[in-house]
């Protein structure tokens, strides 16, 4: 008797689709003699290509077929590369189930699994040999999937598309020319960096409003103790129209903004009588190593909640809005810093790769907390 639990994928099939199934498989197989003997169905009917045509027989078939090893690994070897690498994904999901999105993210397409027709279209369209061991293209059937575990190898790692060098120029949007790539090195600068700022909140120059966010003062106090200086110049003219697509991040800057409120969630400083201050945590972080102080701070803000990173776009529209649509910024923390590190040290990723990644690897960057209740917010803008 066939169990239900092993037809989880041929039961949401029409008649005609399961005919199809049972006519490509007989045909894969070619009347091969290695193919056991099925209940009911002598070998000299399945030499011949006999489609049964009752709901019942045809379901025995398919589940008497992708019974035996012989046949699994007969319709594996017909599949192609591609088809193949979606067979080896899903082997490795203990339900064998087949995520398209991750796939295409990882290889860059996606395999043939036809069109899902009826009636006279679905006796017309060509079934490909894919669709047996994936019938719904979403999951491997549970009486194949036993002997796919043991038969394909494991799919390749995911990996990022890096490059080693960066091109002297890249094309810009609503640019002419290309415009020529200047490389913003963060890492020593954010060394001498924060012991500086450290230095100027012990001396009380960092004016903050009630919600720690340096005043335009203070900014400028920042400013000036930058080993690097901040990522634009802080004479940019901020009232040019943003669809000119020049910078537009206003007088406090980028740098000079971040480095309060990542002290803040580090537990190094913290608001007292409009200023921040030094906690016990701070005065020992001044005479601490630089990288201890910047790994304290970047574990701290990856969970923090001050401050949302995209409040600061102000093209993301919607965000005073009373539903508070912007999502946790911790969980799209989490899967950068998760897949950063995976990231080849020494390589340049551009954002469409990084992204690329993320989805291969089953991360989610999310934005805002529900894409359809709240319609105000427009982060596509923003590409």
């Not at 379901?59 to 590369?81: M, P, T």
């Not at 999951?139 to 043991?150: D, F, G, K, S």
């Not at 009588?273 to 790994?295: D, N, Y």
């Not at 803000?301 to 529209?317: F, S």
Request: positive net charge; proline residues 9%; aromatic residues 4%.
């Amino acid at each position: 008797m066939v169990l239900r639990s092993e037809l989880a994928g041929f039961e949401p099939c029409t008649v005609e689709e399961l005919k199809g199934l049972a006519r490509v498989a007989l045909e894969t197989l070619g009347g091969d003699p290695t193919v056991p003997t099925l209940p009911g169905f002598p070998p000299t009917v399945l030499a011949a290509r006999e489609i049964p045509t009752r709901r019942a027989a045809l379901l025995d078939l398919l589940n008497g077929l992708l019974s035996s090893e012989k046949v699994v690994r007969r319709l594996y070897a017909a599949l192609g590369e591609v088809e193949q690498a979606a067979v080896q994904e899903a082997a490795q999901d203990p339900r064998g189930r087949f995520d398209p999105a991750l796939f295409r993210a990882k290889y860059g397409a996606l395999p043939d699994l036809g069109r899902q027709r009826s009636g006279y279209a679905a006796r017309r369209d060509p079934v490909p040999v894919l669709r047996l061991l994936l019938p719904q293209g979403s999951a491997i059937p549970p009486v194949a999937l036993e002997h796919l575990v043991a038969l394909v190898p494991e799919p390749p790692a995911t990996r990022p598309e890096t490059i080693s060098e960066l091109p002297d120029a890249l094309p810009t949007r609503g640019a002419q020319s290309p415009t020529s790539v200047v490389i913003s090195k963060t890492e020593e600068p954010a060394l001498r960096d924060v012991h500086a700022v450290l230095r100027l909140v012990e001396a009380g120059l960092l004016r903050v409003g009630s919600k720690g966010r340096v005043t335009k003062a203070a900014a400028t106090s920042v400013y000036d103790v930058l080993a690097a200086g901040d990522f634009y110049a802080r004479d940019i003219d901020t009232t040019r129209a943003l669809e000119s697509h020049d910078p537009h991040v206003g007088p406090l800057g980028i740098r000079p903004f971040a480095w309060a409120l990542l002290l803040q969630a580090g537990k190094l400083a913290r608001i007292a009588r409009g200023r921040l201050e030094l906690t016990r945590a701070g005065r020992l972080a001044l005479s601490s190593p630089a990288p201890l102080v910047l790994k304290t701070l970047w574990n701290a803000w990856i969970g923090t909640d001050v401050l949302h990173e995209l409040q600061r776009v102000e093209l993301v529209k919607g965000q005073r809005s009373r539903s508070r649509p912007l999502g946790p910024a911790a969980h799209g923390r989490d899967a950068l810093a998760e897949c950063l590190s995976d990231v080849p040290e020494g390589e340049w990723i551009t954002i469409p790769a990084l992204l690329r990644f993320m989805a291969a690897c089953g991360l989610t960057l999310g934005v805002v907390r529900d894409l359809f209740s709240d319609r105000k917010v427009c982060p596509v803008s923003m590409a």
